[in-house]
């Protein structure tokens, strides 16, 4: 089946800690996102790619960093530096401009 | 920078009743999408509207888009418990980029 995996489902970070968060796509889309949600709110884009080897800063990308140097894969890293990272994060794809965008399942992220 | 407020945050209706979300831009927008998220799923496309003053519909569910491509909504005829869930708008910039509302919460109690 075509479509968006994530991984892991849940994920804990200790202080001071890197973890990446992991996004696959059989859908042979050129673009792909980074989202994160927190409870009861609406969704923030982190960072998004429109093309292999290419990518643009959300609204919120400080403390993230991510790559694109396969077009399945758009992995973020969520660095020390993003002090509240606690949330829900949702990677998805798209087609195009105008076309709708495929959200995989998230990732929970806590801190311990 | 554009703005997308998305009202009410919750509704909570008794099953059979009609339900309504709205969204606004602060700016013209080249197109709106609909999503809806389940409680403790990823948000699912709905449907997208490109043309000033579009209306479509999907069975019980019918979206709008403003004449003036400002502000579109999503109407939800005698709701029913399947419908529960937060449904966003996304608001087109004209890129690759989408501004998600903050999302209706929809409860609907049997």
């Known amino acids: 089946d075509g479509g968006i995996t994530q991984s892991p489902k849940y994920l804990f970070r200790k202080e001071g800690q890197n973890v990446t968060l992991s996004c696959e796509q059989n859908?042979?889309?050129?673009?792909m996102y980074w989202y994160r949600q927190d409870p009861g709110q609406g969704l923030r884009l982190i960072y998004y790619s429109q093309i292999v080897n290419d990518f643009q800063k959300g609204d919120i990308a400080e403390g993230y960093s991510v790559s694109r140097e396969k077009k399945e894969s758009f992995p973020l890293t969520v660095t020390s530096a993003q002090k509240n990272p606690t949330a829900f994060y949702l990677c998805?794809?798209?087609?195009?401009?105008?076309?709708?965008?495929?959200f995989g399942d998230g990732t929970r992220l806590s801190i311990l | 920078g554009q703005q997308v407020m998305q009202i009410p945050q919750y509704q909570h209706v008794q099953e059979g009743e009609d339900f309504t979300t709205y969204c606004n831009s602060s700016?013209?927008?080249?197109?709106i999408q609909w999503y809806k998220q389940r409680p403790g799923g990823h948000p699912v496309f709905l449907i997208q509207l490109v043309k000033s003053g579009e209306v479509k519909k999907q069975k019980r569910l019918t979206f709008q888009f403003g004449e003036a491509k400002k502000n579109s909504s999503l109407h939800i005829t005698a709701t029913q418990t399947t419908d529960v869930g937060t449904y966003f708008c996304?608001?087109?910039?004209?890129?690759?980029?989408?501004?998600f509302g903050t999302g209706t919460r929809l409860k609907v109690l049997a």
């Open positions: 700016t013209t927008l080249s197109n």
């Open positions: 996304a608001s087109g910039t004209g890129t690759y980029k989408y501004i």
């Open positions: 859908l042979n889309h050129d673009a």
């Open positions: 998805a794809s798209g087609q195009g401009k105008t076309q709708p965008q495929h």
